[in-house]
């Protein structure tokens, strides 16, 4: 029971560090923001994982994977989240994001030959519905997807390939160690990007109000580096089938979020979509298919009948004569 407490605390404060995300973008230079705040996060997680005593030093091919997955999940991921989120609402940025988990599932059966069956392509089906019903509101029509939206999509389908390269490595690498290194070499790799699109973006650090350092210390720390740890233990507990079907919390944690704390008004189509994308996660995850298939089994079991006494008896006699005439 506290392991589900937990998870869905995690879920409440990445819903709420959509909302921070949203604060700090407009307080300071977007990318620049996201590198320095990556840093904070690389090193907040390193001393948590150092006192767990799980740190080791990588061989030559989880360097590879790691490297190239924090090419994708951070710099591209984060950079893209960054400027999309100066663009758009947060409302529209968390239903959009909530569509991770589909998408992995997606390219998981693109590159890791995962199965595919009829309810995964009725959920696939039911993400992108959901997704078009975010999208396309504020003109109502095909074509009409907004830069920023453009940029958050592409922030998410970053971390999605990401995952993949992840899935390849955290056989040998806990997800903990691999996380700590992608933050804190990933900050570094966009801190360097941030000095190409944003050469002045430090001198905006110098603006900010002591409230808004505290919700960039507080998404750091709290919500990027305290949560993966919390949501990797989460995992440990249920499994990672179970603990990502929490994942669809974020965007109903976030949309209230944006409603309460930002004043962004809650769209008839956003809590459609919500519906849509929701749905898809749970069917296009494979979670409902696992499920059925867990209750098949243990119907299939239940409806075996019983084996007698009698005719235990008479199998380990059987059993015995084979015994002798050998």
């Known amino acids: 029971m506290l392991t589900y407490v937990l998870l869905v605390i995690v879920m409440l404060i990445w819903g709420l560090n959509v909302v921070a995300l949203k604060l700090l973008v407009e307080a300071f230079a977007p990318v620049t923001m996201q590198a320095v705040r990556i840093f904070v996060a690389g090193v907040s997680l390193f001393i948590v994982l150092y006192f767990l005593k799980d740190l080791r030093w990588l061989n030559k091919k989880e360097w590879g994977y790691t490297l190239l ?15 999309g989120l100066a663009q758009t609402s947060a409302s529209n940025a968390a239903l959009i994001l909530g569509m991770l988990p589909l998408t992995t599932s997606v390219l998981a059966m693109i590159f890791l030959h995962d199965r595919m069956t009829w309810l995964r392509l009725l959920g696939i089906c039911c993400g992108f519905i959901g997704v078009a019903f975010v999208v396309l509101q504020n003109n109502g029509g095909l074509g009409t997807i907004s830069t920023g939206d453009l940029f958050i999509l592409l922030a998410m389908a970053s971390q999605a390939f990401s995952f993949i390269l992840i899935k390849k490595v955290t056989a040998t690498l806990s997800a903990g160690e691999m996380t ?13 990007f941030s000095l190409w699109v944003e050469p002045h973006g430090l001198d905006t650090f110098s603006q900010g109000s002591w409230w808004i350092w505290l ?9 990027t580096a305290l949560g993966h740890v919390l949501f990797n ?14 994942n669809n919390l974020v ?11 930002l004043g962004e008004p809650l769209l008839l189509s ?23 298939k867990r209750a098949n089994l243990m119907v299939h079991s239940q409806s075996k009948p019983p084996v007698s006494i009698h005719d235990q008896i008479e199998a380990q006699g059987q059993h015995k004569a084979k015994s002798d005439s050998v």
């Open 270 to 292: 956003q809590i459609f979509g919500f519906i849509f994308i929701a749905t898809g996660v749970l069917l296009g995850t494979g979670y409902v298919d696992e499920k059925l």
């Open 69 to 83: 997955a924090t090419v994708f999940g951070v710099v591209g991921h984060h950079s893209f989240l960054a400027l």
């Open 215 to 223: 919700v960039f210390f507080a998404s750091a720390i709290i919500a």
């Open 180 to 192: 700590a290194v992608m933050l804190l070499a990933g900050s570094v790799m966009l801190f360097a």
């Open 251 to 261: 965007p109903f944690f976030a949309l209230v979020s944006a409603f309460l704390f």
């Open 233 to 246: 233990m989460g995992i440990n507990k249920i499994g990672a089938g179970q603990a990502a079907v929490f």
